[in-house]
């Protein structure tokens, strides 16, 4: 079975600050990686994906994550935060089996200005 | 703009009432999904379709039933509802099943249970 496990459910960080979300994986078999964005009352919308191509993936919005196997990782950066990204933010696992997405817990990413 | 729509927005239902929450797509996408969202949960799956006519129970699958019987809608039923089914439902769907593809989000339907 797949899971995904996101460190800290509120990261909290300074307008133009490094932004650091973690997730960590546990898949049987190669994943396929993905991090959403959710603002508030709204749907969930892509950010980035890993389908075994580069490890390092950029996305929308500035935001880049590494796929690391040996650490089962796939962390979500941005160099410079700004208000705009204040949101909920979810890691996700699937392989070529699952059914869906396996959604890890949600970060609540903070700007404080 | 293409995409997926759910209905209703919002909903206060009584406890014990059957309600349907519709969802519909226009990107003519197999696979469909609906997924609760609790707070300090995160999404968890409850039913899911590979193809029009044919559907699999997710994650917490009571309490709901799911029906496709064609491509476009996957409506979502609670046949008697109960208030820990109070949450945020959001339909999904991708191209196919069972591959690389993400999903893609309707806006989701907030349903408080009395």
């Known amino acids: 079975a797949q899971s995904v496990t996101q460190l800290g459910s509120h990261v909290s960080v300074s307008e133009g600050a490094l932004v650091l979300l973690r997730c960590n994986y546990s898949?049987?078999?190669?994943?396929?990686l993905f991090w959403y964005v959710q603002y508030p009352n709204q749907g969930l919308q892509l950010l980035l994906k890993?389908?075994?191509?580069?490890?390092l993936v950029k996305g929308i919005n500035g935001f880049e994550a590494e796929f690391k196997k040996s650490e089962t990782s796939f962390h979500l950066t941005k160099p410079s935060a700004h208000m705009s990204d204040a949101a909920e933010y979810f890691c996700a696992v699937s392989d070529s089996r699952a059914d869906g997405l396996t959604f890890g817990k949600g970060t609540h990413l903070i700007i404080q200005p | 703009i293409a995409g997926i729509t759910q209905a209703p927005t919002s909903q206060i239902l009584a406890a014990g009432r059957r309600m349907t929450l519709r969802c519909t797509q226009d990107m003519r996408h197999n696979a469909m999904y609906w997924y609760r969202q609790d707070l300090g949960l995160g999404l968890r799956l409850i039913h899911y379709s590979n193809t029009a006519g044919t559907t699999g129970k997710g994650e917490v699958p009571d309490g709901y039933s799911v029906s496709r019987a064609n491509t476009d809608d996957f409506p979502l039923t609670l046949a008697s509802a109960v208030p820990s089914q109070t949450s945020v439902y959001f339909c999904a769907s991708r191209r196919l099943a069972a591959t690389t593809g993400e999903l893609f989000f309707g806006e989701g339907s907030r349903l408080t249970v009395l």
């Open positions: 898949s049987s078999v190669p994943p396929y």
């Open positions: 890993y389908t075994s191509a580069a490890t």
